[in-house]
């Protein structure tokens, strides 16, 4: 068994359900029990079990945290990480599509990969869910790069057929083939898992959705994941695509919402559609930075929460500008002190991991530090920078550590970063 001490905090609970201070622990001088890929034990060091064990001491200047949660990102986007200018649909055209369309080069997919998953962790990201490009080779890369760093990943192929350019275009028969071969040989294996990832509605024909939705129906296990009302553009488009339907019953007709399924940004959505989703199980990743970015509109946080949909935190990079948690906590309570909403850093904290972490189904998992639960953690260095030193020796409460932390930490305050028991990355 390993015992590493120092200050230590984890959500346990919703601080959006229950009273924010009984939904976390917190120790100033504490201790977390690791055997194996399990962790054992978390306490106050004046209770720490009396048996051998490799001691770590890390001492009042490193704070033990889970690990972050990002529930939405493109792996191929970093490249193109404050490419400005335009909304939504015109920055897809001038920007992404030229950019994934380079993925059809291994090599480049292979370098891209391999830089994605070194920023991830660098920034304390432990577990992520992951949109690829329409390339079944590429996306093997990054499954491939995933499992060889031990990483906690959701990938999945992009399925996308018309309103793009020709290149990144595919029939319906080769997207369902594609993804199934890669579903096949890579979900649930270790900490992988594939996600069932049509673009969105717009770039999907009925004749795709119903192959996305074949494959949910023969893999319920699968994740799906995709995008709904990002910006109101996108949404009078799908109207005009399917006039049928809202957008929430185009992904529903399909089979394609439930309690596994994560829809990216739901910024502009309707009470009926919030009522299928709630109904459905399916969650929303807010993605704060990227709706700044594009100028997409304000999340309505706490509304989506009332409504009964399970809501997570996600960068959304490329059009999201950093891979950093912080900056996406940041923002998220930005994003809501100007709609008249305050959020507390228990509330933030928590939809950066726990949260997350129960946005992917994975909370009796990961996003917690509870005996039982995997490993996955991070060790924060409270003195990595002058103003994070200055900030962490000022706080007066937990509450006021962590919000200092948000506010002015970045990637240099991740120390290591542990997933099941085993070291990932470490600036030590």
């Not at 009078?236 to 019953?249: G, I, K, R, S």
Request: hydrophobic share 40%; net charge negative; proline share 5%.
């Amino acid at each position: 068994m390993r015992l590493f001490r120092g200050r230590i905090f984890s959500p346990i609970a919703d601080p959006f359900t229950v009273d924010p201070a009984r939904s976390y622990v917190y120790y100033d001088d504490g201790y977390l029990a690791v055997d194996g890929d399990r962790i054992t034990g978390v306490g106050a060091w004046r209770d720490v079990p009396k048996q051998s064990s490799t001691l770590t001491q890390l001492g009042p200047d490193v704070l033990i945290t889970p690990g972050f949660v990002d529930t939405h990102l493109h792996a191929p986007q970093l490249e193109m990480i404050g490419s400005y200018g335009g909304d939504l649909l015109e920055w897809l055209n001038r920007y992404t599509f030229p950019t994934e369309a380079k993925f059809s080069d291994p090599k480049h997919a292979e370098m891209v990969a391999r830089i994605f998953f070194d920023e991830l962790l660098r920034n304390g990201t432990l577990c992520a869910l992951i949109f690829s490009t329409i390339h079944e080779r590429a996306t093997g890369t990054f499954f491939e790069e995933a499992e060889r760093r031990g990483f906690r990943a959701i990938i999945g192929k992009t399925m996308m057929d018309r309103n793009a350019p020709p290149a990144l275009l595919e029939t319906p028969k080769q997207s369902y083939e594609e993804s199934r071969t890669l579903l096949q040989k890579w979900h649930k294996r270790g900490l992988i898992r594939y996600a069932i990832t049509p673009r969105f509605a717009p770039t999907s024909t009925p004749e795709l959705l119903e192959a996305a939705g074949q494959l949910k129906r023969e893999f319920p296990d699968a994740y799906v994941h995709s995008h709904i009302s990002e910006n109101r553009n996108e949404v009078q488009w799908v109207h005009d695509l399917f006039p049928e339907a809202e957008y929430a019953d185009v992904y529903d007709r399909y089979g394609l919402l439930d309690e596994r399924s994560v829809l990216a940004h739901g910024v502009h959505l309707t009470e009926e559609e919030l009522e299928l989703l709630a109904h459905r199980g399916t969650r929303i990743a807010h993605c704060p930075n990227s709706n700044l970015f594009l100028g997409s509109g304000l999340f309505k946080l706490h509304h989506t929460l009332e409504s009964g949909v399970v809501v997570g935190l996600g960068t959304d990079i490329g059009a999201g500008t950093t891979p950093s948690m912080f900056t996406a906590m940041s923002d998220a309570y930005k994003v809501q002190q100007v709609q008249g909403v305050s959020l507390t850093p228990f509330h933030l904290w928590y939809l950066a991991s726990l949260g997350g972490a129960r946005a992917l189904s994975l909370d009796a998992e990961s996003g917690s530090l509870e005996a039982g639960k995997s490993a996955d953690f991070l060790q924060l260095d409270l003195k990595s920078t002058p103003l994070v030193a200055l900030r962490s020796e000022r706080a007066s409460s937990v509450e006021d550590l962590l919000a200092g932390l948000i506010f002015t930490a970045d990637d240099r305050v991740v120390r290591e970063c542990w997933i099941a028991g085993q070291l990932v990355a470490s600036r030590t």
